[in-house]
């Protein structure tokens, strides 16, 4: 299946700094990459749909000037959260979705960061 | 988007086989059903993907009876090494794209 990669794969942080992740898709190009959070023992839970050339849609409850995306090519989206404190420690994915015509877009899920905010 | 219904956590052996059954009652006529595994610390894998009947690959079965209201992952010969949270999905084919994870169910495989 299609790959896709995080980078960094662990970070911690101070609070009150920024931090950027990266997802890119190494095999195929991505219109639409999707970032998710998941705190221990929880499920994933959906943060914002990142389409290429355009602004991020977020879902209800997610700050938009906090964790900020940005979907500059095919390949590659970035997360940065910013001014981060420690209830932003977290588990964050990517996901970036393969379309092909005239088939289902399958989403192909990245490693994971795993987010520590002192 | 189809609200589903996983038990939350589930014990098996090595070598049996485990179902896991997904209650998804307002399923829409455009939505499949997909499962993913997830081990700790890493993101979701995509197992299976159905829309009516039987499907198998080389991993799994997924069973979806006539009323699609329900679904089955059925895992053959269990290991160790499916030890992991199964999450059951269901989305629009061919739209939006935008996956909402439930509970998801822990398995744990025992020697």
């Known amino acids: 299946g299609a790959v896709v990669s995080q980078h960094p794969s662990r970070v911690i942080c101070k609070s009150g700094t920024s931090v950027k992740i990266e997802c890119r898709s190494l095999?195929?190009?991505?219109?639409?990459m999707f970032w998710y959070r998941q705190f221990p023992k929880q499920s994933l839970m959906l943060m914002a749909t990142?389409?290429?050339?355009?602004?991020?849609?977020?879902e209800q409850g997610v700050e938009k000037d906090k964790f900020l995306i940005n979907h500059a090519s095919l390949t590659l989206s970035t997360l940065t959260v910013t001014s981060a404190h420690p209830e932003d420690s977290s588990f964050y994915i990517c996901?970036?979705?393969?379309?092909?015509?005239?088939?289902?877009?399958?989403?192909?899920f990245g490693p994971g960061t795993r987010l520590t905010v002192l | 988007l189809a609200k589903t219904t996983q038990p939350i956590s589930m014990d098996s052996y090595e070598g049996q086989e485990v179902n896991i059954t997904c209650s998804h009652n307002?399923?829409?006529?455009?939505?499949?059903i997909t499962w993913y595994q997830q081990f700790p610390s890493q993101g979701p894998r995509f197992i299976i993907q159905?829309?009516?009947t039987k499907v198998t690959n080389e991993v799994a079965s997924l069973f979806i009876p006539a009323d699609r209201k329900s679904s089955t992952l059925s895992l053959p010969r269990v290991s160790l090494s499916d030890t992991a949270v199964y999450y059951c999905?269901?989305?629009?084919?061919?739209?939006?794209?935008?996956?909402?994870f439930g509970q998801g169910t822990e398995l744990s495989v025992k020697p």
């Open positions: 996901s970036a979705r393969l379309r092909l015509a005239g088939s289902y877009n399958e989403q192909f």
């Open positions: 095999d195929f190009q991505a219109t639409t």
């Open positions: 990142s389409n290429e050339g355009s602004k991020a849609t977020y």
């Open positions: 307002n399923i829409a006529t455009n939505d499949y």
């Open positions: 159905g829309y009516k």
């Open positions: 999905l269901v989305h629009f084919y061919n739209q939006g794209g935008k996956l909402i």
